[in-house]
């Protein structure tokens, strides 16, 4: 058994046996001659090759359109226009008769000149894939020899690279995956191995001399892995995840565009954490209604420098552009603890979870801060964004905050740039402090957010980071449920909405008992989502919230975790 590591370009596991491919057709020329008076006969045959590729191409760019989109489809127009460029065509029929050689053998003349001239023209060189791919596909309606990949039967294809055409061709109903040396998660092929779902692994740099013709191949295209010759319990282990992944799948689908509401139309907003732009994918697939927390430190983490205001922009408008006017809600830069930015060389600090953390940091970095809330207010132009501070713990903390926020709008109104004036301003409820002074904050702020995990942390006093203490992490302590009482019922006294960004979210049972305190929305994973609603639209809310009394009066998380796995659907 030998593991080789690739792109995991189209997820899923494919198993078969290896069938190597090796595309040099147009490495030989044969220069197969024919009799003057077929020239005409040839020319003809030459004209219904082309004619059958087109209508070959357009099925394939309409199967493409269906399965993907337009966007993608369009890699075809380029073939579709080589193959009525006329100048070009004629160049070819121009061999035929003035060498008197067959339709195949003008062809490869052609594309041998063709090789000389692409290593001269950047244009050429650029669509030089996709233009030995479309002189293959003649050449292989000219000879009437179906492409061999057509007749495979339970293989997985090795090939050096395969091009969009010969992926699309690859009948998914046999064959059970490729595996490519070159490629990367953005190529044509993967796209559209991607759309017609079939399992891919790319960039395998020695596949082809690894794979032996035949070798039995386990692809994971979740991971990106190639198992050469795998034991039967590998083979087990990886087809158990499949079928654990499908069964998410078929969730998800049901799931996804159903309303989160409790079987007696009680609304739940389920909303989305992310940490970068480019999750937004998933908060889409998971059938996100927001997001409730963007963790923005993430920008300015693994880099040497600052972001610029621009590029912030630039990064909250990449998910304004998915989400429309869906919720977004930012968290402004919450560095300390375990996440620090090399540009900013703070006091070493024994206890960095207590100590520069936060809006702490941003208070004192204020140039920062105020860069970032630039950055959220030009956007908030465009979408409908809201501001959240971490780690609150004094009102005067909130206090300034604000006035920072009020700088950095007038800032902008001076340079005459857009922004919502009315963005609401919320904070995160993750210390003890801001649970106990919540009735105080409320009247500050538009909205609350409790971060469970870092409400634990310190409630408990236990590092969240530190593996031997896991064992103490209870969301549902007696306390912890306290906290989050208090905190919701004093939003709901001062009229501001309350959401709650933690892990303890996710897990389905404590989100109802969430909704049953009087929780107005929950934000997690996007990939949670789908249980967290499927338990939310199984039950009752009026159910729901005679749990939560209960649980209240219960001393210890286990008994509440038990109680709420018995009581709710
Ligand atoms: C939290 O503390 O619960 C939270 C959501 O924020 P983070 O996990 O980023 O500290
Ligand atoms: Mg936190």
Known sequence: MKKLKGFGASPGIGIGKAEKIISDTFSVYEGKKIHSSKVEEE????????????????????????????????????????????????????????????????????????????????????????L??????????????????????????????????????????????????????TSHTVIIAKALEIPAVVG???????????????IDGYEGIVIVNPTPSEIEKRKLKEK??????????????????????????????????????????????????FRTEYLYLKRKD?????????????????????????????VGGDKFISSFKGPEELNSFLGLRGIRFCLVKKEIFLTQLKAILRASYYGNLKIMFPMITTKEEVIEAKKIVEIAKQELREKGIKFNDNIEIGIMIETPSAALISDELSKE???????????????????????????????????????????????????????????????????????????????MAPVAIPNVKEKIIKNYYEKMKEVAEKSLNFNSHEKIIEFLKESLN
């Open 43 to 130: 020319i003809k045959r030459f004209y219904d090759g082309i004619k059958r590729t087109q209508e070959e191409i357009l099925k394939i760019k309409q199967a493409t359109e269906k399965l993907a989109g337009k966007e993608y489809s369009e890699i075809f127009s380029f073939h579709i226009s080589i193959l009525q460029d006329k100048n070009l065509i004629e160049k070819i029929e121009k061999i035929i008769k003035e060498e008197k050689v067959s339709a195949e053998s003008a062809l490869k003349k052609f594309v041998i000149n063709l090789n000389r001239d692409i290593s001269e023209s950047k244009f050429l060189k650029e669509r030089k894939k996709e």
């Open 132 to 185: 030995l791919d479309i002189f293959e596909q003649i050449l292989i309606n000219l000879t009437n020899k179906d492409e061999e990949i057509k007749l495979l039967k339970n293989k997985i294809i090795v090939a050096n690279d395969l091009s969009p055409t010969q992926t699309v061709s690859i009948n998914k109903k046999y064959i059970k995956g490729f595996v490519t040396s070159i490629g990367t998660e």
């Open 204 to 218: 395998v740099e020695n596949a082809m001399e690894v794979i032996k013709e035949n070798d039995t191949l386990l």
């Open 244 to 293: 654990k992944i499908a069964q998410i799948k078929k969730k998800i689908y049901i799931l996804k565009n159903l309303e989160t509401s409790t079987l007696d139309k009680k609304k739940v907003e389920l909303y989305a954490n992310i940490e970068l732009p480019e999750e937004i994918e998933s908060v889409i697939k998971y059938g996100a209604e927001g997001i409730g927390l």
């Open 306 to 334: 600052l972001p610029s205001e621009e590029e912030q922009f630039l990064s909250y408008m990449k998910i304004i552009e998915k989400m429309g006017k869906k919720p977004i809600i930012i968290r402004t830069i919450d």
């Open 445 to 523: 702020v538009n909205f609350f957010s409790i971060g469970s995990n870092d409400l634990i942390q310190y409630t408990l006093a236990i590092d969240r980071v530190n593996e031997k203490l896991s064992y103490l992490y209870k969301p549902c302590h007696p306390s912890i449920l306290k906290l989050i009482k208090l905190t919701i019922e004093n939003a709901k006294k001062n009229n501001i909405k309350v959401g709650i960004c933690g892990e303890m979210a996710s897990i389905p049972e404590i989100a109802c008992l969430l909704v049953g305190m009087g929780i107005d929305e929950l934000s």
